[in-house]
T-cell receptor, first 114, second 113 residues
Framework: KAGVTQTPRYLIKTRGQQVTLSCSPISGHRSVSWYQQTPGQGLQFLFEYFSETQRNKGNFPGRFSGRQFSNSRSEMNVSTLELGDSALYLC?????????????FGQGTRLTVV | AQSVSQHNHHVILSEAASLELGCNYSYGGTVNLFWYVQYPGQHLQLLLKYFSGDPLVKGIKGFEAEFIKSKFSFNLRKPSVQWSDTAEYFCAVHSGNTGKLIFGQGTTLQVKP
C-alpha cells in the first residue's frame, strides 16, 4: 500500500511570506503528526491531529498551525516566515492514537526561507 | 519533561566492526521505544520497536536492541556493520495517549569500506 505522501518536496519562500504543506497519511491511518527537523535542534514535535482535532501541540509559536480533513489528510501552515523556519518538515502517520502503534514517516518537505 | 539522550553523536567504524549506540530516556511510566534510521536523502524508516514482552527485540537488517527498564536504556546493536549501514540513527520514545514522539539528537554512523 502507498506510504505517507508529502507535497511539495521542496519549497523556497521569502521572509514574511506564508506556506502550506500537505500530508496524505497511509490509507486507514487516522493520526497525523508533524515534526520539524533541523541540524541544530534535531527532530521536534509540532502537533498531532486525530479525527480532525488537534490533540497535542509542541513548543512552537502560533505562526505554526495545522488542520486535518475528514479523509485524514493534513496540512500545516507557517505564516510570516522567518529565516529560522528553514527546515525539513516531516509528517508521520499512525493507525490510531495511544500506545503500541508505530509511526510511519513521509519523505518530508524541505523548506528554505531566503 | 521527558527527554531522550543519545550518547554518541558521530561514530566511525570499519566494515565488519560491531556497533552499539546508546540511548537513555527520562520517563518513569510505560513507554514504547523505537529506533529509526535515516539513510542519506531518504525518509525515516523504522528499524525496530519495543512495546512489551521480551526486552531483546530484533529489527530489520540484523539490528537488535535491548530494553533495560532499570537503566532507562534502549541500546541499539549490530554484530557486524556494512558500508550500507552508513546513516543517521534516531532513538525515540512514545508515552501516554498522544502521538508525540520524543527523539534523541541522532547519531551519524559512518562505515568505512
Amino acid at each position: 500500500k502507498a506510504g505517507v505522501t508529502q507535497t511539495p518536496r521542496y519549497l523556497i519562500k521569502t521572509r514574511g511570506q506564508q506556506v502550506t504543506l500537505s500530508c496524505s497519511p497511509i490509507s486507514g491511518h487516522r493520526s497525523v503528526s508533524w515534526y520539524q527537523q533541523t541540524p541544530g535542534q534535531g527532530l521536534q514535535f509540532l502537533f498531532e491531529y486525530f479525527s480532525e482535532t488537534q490533540r497535542n501541540k509542541g513548543n512552537f509559536p502560533g505562526r505554526f498551525s495545522g488542520r486535518q480533513f475528514s479523509n485524514s489528510r493534513s496540512e500545516m501552515n507557517v505564516s510570516t516566515l522567518e529565516l529560522g523556519d528553514s527546515a525539513l518538515y516531516l509528517c508521520a502517520s499512525r493507525l490510531s492514537v495511544g500506545m503500541n502503534t508505530e509511526a510511519f514517516f513521509g519523505q518530508g518537505t524541505r523548506l528554505t526561507v531566503v | 519533561a521527558q527527554s531522550v539522550s543519545q550518547h554518541n553523536h558521530h561514530v566511525i567504524l570499519s566494515e565488519a566492526a560491531s556497533l552499539e549506540l546508546g540511548c537513555n530516556y527520562s520517563y518513569g511510566g510505560t513507554v514504547n521505544l523505537f529506533w529509526y534510521v535515516q539513510y542519506p536523502g531518504q525518509h525515516l524508516q523504522l528499524l525496530l520497536k519495543y512495546f512489551s514482552g521480551d526486552p531483546l527485540v530484533k529489527g530489520i537488517k540484523g539490528f537488535e536492541a535491548e530494553f533495560i527498564k532499570s537503566k532507562f536504556s534502549f541500546n541499539l546493536r549490530k554484530p557486524s556493520v556494512q558500508w550500507s549501514d552508513t546513516a543517521e540513527y534516531f532513538c525515540a520514545v512514545h508515552s501516554g495517549n498522544t502521538g508525540k514522539l520524543i527523539f534523541g539528537q541522532g547519531t551519524t554512523l559512518q562505515v568505512k569500506p
